[in-house]
């Protein structure tokens, strides 16, 4: 397996020749697991990837390391691994890569010996953010407040 950056060009082929892999942190309510999972739907909608993920660091299954296997199993060569995080941390910079990289070692290299996965940034601070951001705090305002007013 070959592990790249975003933004590095080693990558080849059209979008429509990679499957995207979107990778949550995991919890123990059904709700985020779900979030993810329609995030994943909406996606695929889109028709832009062969194939569209889900997979999960800790506690909901699918694991990333499952997810990477099964796609390389059903003959994908070109995988983005996208961390669905807001900001950089242990998770997106240590414990992800590390799953990343150990999902094709051992008996599972010969799997792995002609995947390009390519490990995306976290969302990060964007326009469309901010937008999503105020929307939320236009919602806030025009329902109740915590105090049961309005």
Excluded: C
């Excluded at 995988?79 to 999902?103: M, N, R």
Aim: charged fraction near 35%; aromatic fraction near 6%; hydrophobic fraction near 45%.
């Amino acid at each position: 397996m070959k592990l790249a950056k975003e933004g590095n060009n080693d990558a080849s082929g059209d979008r429509e020749d990679f499957a995207l892999v979107l990778i949550g942190h995991g919890s123990t309510l059904p709700y985020n697991k779900e979030v993810l999972e329609e995030l994943g739907k909406r996606i695929a909608k889109r028709r832009i990837f062969r194939a569209v993920r889900v997979a999960f660091m800790q506690l909901n299954s699918p694991s990333i390391e499952e997810v990477l296997r099964t796609l390389a199993q059903e003959g994908m060569k070109d995988i983005v691994a996208l961390p669905v995080f807001l900001a950089d941390g242990a998770h997106t910079l240590e414990d992800i890569p590390k799953k990343l990289k150990i999902s094709f070692e051992g008996e599972w290299e010969d799997l792995g010996r002609d995947i390009m996965l390519i490990y995306a940034k976290p969302i990060g601070v964007d326009e469309r953010i901010v937008d999503i951001l105020l929307d939320r705090v236009k919602e806030a305002i025009l329902g109740n407040d915590l105090r049961g007013n309005r």
